[in-house]
């Protein structure tokens, strides 16, 4: 069974920086694709990041190009969300999420972390 469990999110002022962790397990993810996904309150879950596990190819929302990096450590069967410079607007849940690379649906998904931006 796959599991997804996100961890490292906090409070931090603005400009701040925090790193998010997404720890997978239940199967090889090597043909997987691996995202963050965040909702603020009262909005819709809105794609921020994502990388494919066999090549490291990666997209980004527009809206952190430039602050935030997503990585993955193949070892510890882990992907990173380093975010920097960090906006009250980056205020959400963050949420894990995976999807076999051929398919368009993300199928698993992580409980979620919150992260706090105070201005």
């Known amino acids: 069974q796959v599991q997804l469990v996100e961890s490292g999110g906090g409070l931090v002022q603005a400009g701040g920086s925090l790193r998010l962790s997404c720890a997978a397990s239940?199967?090889?993810?090597?043909?997987?694709?691996m995202a963050w996904f965040r909702q603020a309150p009262g909005k819709e879950r809105d794609f921020v990041a994502s990388i494919r596990w066999s090549n490291d190819y990666t997209i980004y929302a527009d809206s952190v190009k430039g602050r935030f990096t997503i990585s993955r450590d193949n070892a510890k069967n882990t992907v990173y969300l380093q975010m920097n410079s960090l906006k009250p607007e980056d205020t959400a849940v963050y949420y894990c999420?995976?999807?076999?690379?051929?398919?368009?649906?993300?199928?698993?998904w992580g409980q979620g972390t919150q992260v706090t931006v105070s201005s």
């Open positions: 239940g199967r090889t993810f090597s043909t997987y694709v």
């Open positions: 999420a995976a999807r076999d690379w051929r398919s368009t649906k993300y199928n698993y």
